[in-house]
T-cell receptor
Framework: AQKITQTQPGMFVQEKEAVTLDCTYD???????LFWYKQPSSGEMIFLIY??????QNATEGRYSLNFQKARKSANLVISASQLGDSAMYFC?????????????FGAGTRLFVKA | SQTIHQWPATLVQPVGSPLSLECTVE??????LYWYRQAAGRGLQLLFY??????ISSEVPQNLSASRPQDRQFILSSKKLLLSDSGFYLC?????????????FGSGTRLTVV
């Protein structure tokens, strides 16, 4: 069974607008962490934002925010005021602490295209 | 500051040839180290992780192996490459398993087996 599901293979957004990238996850752990990474065309993976399962507030990092809905097991990434440089692949990932916290599982990714 | 080096950046190898990819970390001690593989247009698949010298955990059965001969060195190897080994290989490190900062990834090796 898929542990991380990203249902949007590709998304388009107009420059300066906000965009939401969807992510749902499946775990029976009470303690886990959720991550978003950006992968530009160069291939490097860049960590963007983290949400712990016990965090009461949604995480924010600059223009990135994570819409964490624990009961629905969703962890959507919101990018505000999109920029051309935001065009990239975006991966949602989860670390289940019952595994010792050593394994981070990645979704299939969403390719974001920002239009000028 | 901590940095991670991974090489080579690209590699074209014939089927049946050996493989050695190296990853080194600077500026930290006793990191957790990881090898991931990304098939074209897909997500990342965890291959191996290591929590210390000589300690390797394998996640998927395959003809790849990993070794950690030194604290900050992680090597991915194969004795005989298969076509299915083609992909983008990424090395990563983290300070400890509960870190909130995510992984730091190397720049990756694009392997094409022909």
């Amino acid at each position: 069974a898929q542990k991380i599901t990203q249902t949007q293979p590709g998304m388009f957004v107009q420059e300066k607008e906000a965009v939401t990238l969807d992510c749902t996850y499946d775990t029976s752990d009470q303690s886990y962490g959720l991550f978003w990474y950006k992968q530009p065309s160069s291939g490097e993976m860049i960590f963007l934002i983290y949400q712990g399962s016990y965090d009461e507030q949604n995480a924010t990092e600059g223009r990135y925010s994570l819409n964490f809905q624990k009961a629905r097991k969703s962890a959507n990434l919101v990018i505000s005021a999109s920029q051309l440089g935001d065009s990239a692949m975006y991966f949602c990932a989860m670390r289940e602490d019952s595994t010792g916290g050593f394994k981070t599982i990645f979704g299939a990714g969403t390719r974001l295209f920002v239009k000028a | 500051s901590q940095t991670i080096h991974q090489w080579p950046a690209t590699l074209v190898q014939p089927v049946g040839s050996p493989l050695s990819l190296e990853c080194t970390v600077e500026g930290t001690s006793n990191p957790n180290l990881y090898w991931y593989r990304q098939a074209a247009g897909r997500g990342l698949q965890l291959l191996f992780y290591s929590v210390g010298i000589g300690q390797i955990s394998s996640e998927v059965p395959q003809n790849l192996s990993a070794s950690r001969p030194q604290d900050r060195q992680f090597i991915l190897s194969s004795k005989k490459l298969l076509l299915s080994d083609s992909g983008f290989y990424l090395c990563a490190w983290s300070v400890f398993q509960g870190a909130r900062d995510g992984y730091t990834f190397g720049s990756g090796t694009r392997l094409t087996v022909v």
